[in-house]
Each structure stands twice: as structure tokens, then as C-alpha cells.
């Protein structure tokens, strides 16, 4: 199983960014899909999530309305457009896999896991 994420990059203040993540060797449409993102010396945090067919998405409080997750199953493909970036947005970017989005919700049983991709937002 592969998770490759992409789109990461150095945008300013108020930019924006579209992050994507492809999925492989796994049945992409039975999996709940999200972001995590870590900030240097900072824990890994929860970003947003998307259930499986894609009618229910979750965000953390600091990037909704910013935000926004999408998925399309038939390119085994997970988005995350990222508007009006802000420099707390700076982070690595990484996307996930799991059964349900209680796994993103709890942060527990998340089954694949991608490499990351930095984004930058410079102020």
C-alpha cells in the first residue's frame, strides 16, 4: 500500500494550495481519507477528514472555512484545497487511510500513512 502526497510548496500569506494524495494496493473507496500535518518542534495534529463515499467531512476548528477536503474515488485520489494560507499553516502535510473517520477523530487505528509534503506559507 502506497500513500504519495503532493503539492506542497512556498506561497504567502493569503495564497493559496491544493494538496493531493494518491493511493495505491489498498480498495480506496472502503477507506475513510484525511490530513495530519506537523509543525517544526510541534506534535502532529489532526487536520480534516472525509468518509469513505465522501458525504461527511470533518475539520479541525483553526482551518475551517479555509479549507476544504475532497475525494475522488475513481482516481483513488484524496484533495486538500487550502485557501487564504496563513504562516501557522506551515507544516509537513500528510495523508492517512482508515476504516472510519472516528480513526481521524481519536487518532487511533489509522492503518496507511503517506510521506509528507511541506507547505510554507511565508508572512
Known amino acids: 500500500v502506497q500513500l504519495q502526497a503532493s503539492g506542497g510548496g512556498l506561497v504567502q500569506a493569503g495564497g493559496s494550495l491544493r494538496l493531493s494524495c494518491v493511493a495505491s494496493?489498498?480498495?480506496?473507496?472502503?477507506?475513510?481519507l484525511g490530513w495530519f500535518r506537523q509543525a517544526p518542534g510541534k506534535e502532529r495534529e489532526y487536520v480534516t477528514a472525509?468518509?469513505?463515499?465522501?458525504?461527511?467531512?470533518d475539520y479541525v476548528s483553526t482551518v475551517k472555512g479555509r479549507f476544504t477536503i475532497s475525494r475522488d474515488n475513481a482516481k483513488n485520489t484524496v484533495y486538500l484545497q487550502m485557501n487564504s494560507l496563513k504562516h501557522e499553516d506551515t507544516a509537513v502535510y500528510y495523508c492517512a487511510a482508515g476504516i472510519t473517520m472516528g480513526n481521524f477523530l481519536k487518532n487511533s487505528g489509522l492503518e496507511y500513512w503517506g510521506k509528507g509534503t511541506q507547505v510554507t506559507v511565508s508572512s
Open positions: 494496493g489498498l480498495p480506496f473507496s472502503d477507506y475513510a
Open positions: 472525509i468518509s469513505w463515499g465522501g458525504g461527511s467531512t
